[in-house]
């Protein structure tokens, strides 16, 4: 993985110091809350419902054993004991003081973490494949373009203060894990006809009060002209998108209104007035950057299957364990989807015992995922026993991955300020009535994504089944949408009518659910039935 150079830990350290300056200035008087806000929100420091909320950046989702323990080490000593892992593979603590912050940003320094542009009208955290340089079917390792657009849009001078935010994915296979399309810009690593590897742009997708789709703006363009393409079309959007109406301020709402031909016209005008080498990084420097991310040192063994008659392991690796690309080894998945907690929530014993088995068993490497929970990417198939049994011990054994208790879940209004409804509890109240691993295997793959407001930061439109928190007259109620799908064939979700309470919601999914196993045809998933029979006879159940 990417390792700071001395210019980065000098940037990253003066940063410590000039956010210790501001916060003293703030707590003297000296600034305005209003004057405050755009300075901490640089670095990351929200101010939420009940507190201040610190997003600490994990770029690509990929962190090592010395950095998870970093963090444990802050929720214990600045937080109430945990951390949270956020959608776009980030990692919040929701509970700490102003006057710690310069020192927790300080810690995670000293592991070359920081918390700049998770937050702000900027390019924020570029996302990715949370099985990158582990899966057997991508192209290339994603990462090494994530890092490359890391580098070129921190503090970029022209991106820090765009109309909005603005997100970045990369994947490197058909199958799509970071949700590529619905991203400002989404970037697949493709091969053309010739068998040269470069990038397929997707523009314009995005979730929030108005989801859309993103379209394509160059069906393939050659590796050495990502960043000056990029950066053309950023400038388009810096120049054209809206800044007198933050809900139209997204570049997927200009995009739509200009009409993806027109933007692409204007992009490659742009681009056509630029002097690509001027932009462009040298083979050299994306040879030097690839080169961090050389894979480990994998021993030689042998392809096998782990056999065994113990029923609780045999569906854990069924469900977490995924093929690695190199004989002898597995991705491990770790769910954080307890009923006891929120969905990526975790606690410093358990952040801890991740770091120790990424230590014995993952080259000390590890990631957080969009969908809340952690991987170990590279483990010895012959050493999964040990791991379960490890997790199953700190309480992360469960075997849920990609089943209906894996939900997608933002804080909703138990911590955002932006939030109109509760959503941890109706999430905590489907995992419980769905407890039964057994139960939840025969479901087979459901992707259930909830909201607590229309800004949609727990993915509800594209949620198998979507569920968005509203409130009226001071009343929370819950809206659903179904058929929606964040794979490689996403699909917005279509509403089914008016919402209902709680009760009334968990009634109606296992009523939907019920139907869904009664109907479905062969080994047919949820989304693949509602795609052959529509959204009507799952209404009709539903609104029994």
Not at 140 to 167: G, Y
């Amino acid at each position: 993985m990417y390792r700071y150079d001395e210019f980065d830990a000098e940037m990253v350290s003066s940063r410590v110091d000039q956010f210790r300056s501001q916060v003293n200035r703030r707590l003297s008087g000296e600034l305005t809350e209003a004057e405050f806000r755009p300075l901490r929100l640089m670095n990351g420091l929200y101010l939420q419902l009940h507190a201040y909320m610190l997003r600490v950046a994990v770029p690509y989702g990929t962190l090592n054993s010395t950095q998870m323990r970093k963090l444990a080490d802050l929720a214990d000593k600045y937080d109430k004991g945990y951390g949270h892992i956020t959608t776009r593979q980030n990692v919040q603590f929701n509970w700490p003081q102003l006057t710690d912050v310069p020192d927790m940003l300080e810690e995670l320094a000293s592991v070359e973490m920081h918390a700049i542009q998770t937050s702000g009208n900027c390019i924020r955290n570029v996302t990715s494949d949370p099985y990158a340089g582990a899966i057997a079917d991508e192209i290339e390792d994603p990462r090494p373009t994530c890092e490359i657009l890391r580098q070129w849009s921190t503090l970029h001078p022209e991106f820090t203060f765009l109309p909005r935010k603005f997100k970045i994915a990369v994947i490197a296979t058909e199958k799509d894990r970071a949700l590529v399309r619905a991203h400002d810009i989404g970037i697949e690593i493709i091969k053309n006809a010739e068998g040269e590897t470069g990038y397929r742009i997707i523009v314009g997708g995005g979730l929030g009060r108005t989801p859309i789709i993103g379209q394509v703006l160059r069906e393939f363009l050659p590796r050495i002209e990502l960043l000056p393409y990029l950066e053309a079309t950023l400038r388009v959007y810096n120049r054209y998108g809206r800044r007198d109406n933050k809900y139209k301020a997204r570049i997927k709402i200009l995009v739509q209104e200009t009409g993806i031909e027109t933007f692409r016209e204007q992009v490659e005008a742009e681009y056509s007035e630029l002097v690509p080498l001027d932009i462009a990084v040298s083979p050299e420097e994306v040879s030097r950057i690839t080169d961090y991310f050389a894979p480990p040192a994998f021993k030689k063994l042998e392809a096998c299957e782990i056999k065994t008659k113990d029923s609780a392991l045999a569906r854990w690796m069924k469900h977490n364990v995924l093929p690695h690309k190199v004989d002898g080894y597995a991705i491990v998945n770790i769910s954080l989807k307890p009923i006891e907690r929120a969905p990526g929530d975790v606690t410093s014993e358990q952040m801890r015992v991740v770091a120790d088995l990424a230590e014995k068993y993952s080259f000390s490497e590890l990631r957080t995922t969009h969908q809340q929970n952690l991987v170990l990417p590279h483990v010895e198939i012959s050493e999964l026993e040990n791991v379960y049994k490890a997790l199953q011990a700190a309480k992360m054994g469960d075997a849920n991955i990609g089943l209906i208790s894996d939900i997608i879940c933002c804080p909703g209004m138990d911590f955002c300020a932006l939030a109109t409804a509760r959503s941890i509890p109706v999430s905590q109240a489907i995992a419980e009535r769905f407890q039964d691993l057994e139960h939840q295997s025969v479901i087979g793959d459901m992707q259930i994504k909830i909201s607590g407001c229309i800004n949609a930061c727990g993915h509800h439109h594209v949620g198998h089944i979507g569920i968005l928190g509203l409130e009226k007259a001071g009343v929370e109620f819950y809206q659903v949408k179904i058929g929606g799908d964040p794979s490689e064939n996403t699909a917005l979700g279509q509403v089914t009518g008016p919402g209902f309470s709680q009760e009334e919601l968990i009634d109606g999914i296992e009523r939907m659910v019920d139907h869904y196993i009664e109907i479905r045809e062969a080994k047919e998933r949820f989304i693949d039935t509602v795609r052959r029979v529509g959204v009507e006879p799952f209404k009709e159940v539903l609104y029994v």
